[in-house]
């Protein structure tokens, strides 16, 4: 999932190279964090959260194999 998370993150933001995701697991859940530069931000979230809803489903979709529920937090 950080790998797929890491690739949609760099296609949208104008800096690359400070997009960080590190990946935590819990018993019930993965959990994914994304962390992009300031000015960033905007482009990761989207219009009233649309981008980062996308990206959730899109992750939602590739997880549904396994048992553990993936949550994409946005820092």
């Known amino acids: 999932m950080k790998e797929l ?14 997009v960080v995701v590190t990946e935590r697991e819990t018993e019930k859940a993965v959990i994914v964090e994304l962390k992009v530069a300031e000015s960033d931000m905007g482009k990761v979230i989207g219009k009233q959260g ?15 194999k396994s048992d553990k529920k993936v949550i994409v937090d946005i820092i």
């Open 50 to 64: 649309r981008i980062a809803k996308a990206i959730r489903s899109v992750v939602k979709a590739a997880a549904s």
């Open 5 to 18: 998370v890491e690739a949609i993150a760099k296609a949208l933001v104008d800096s690359p190279d400070e």
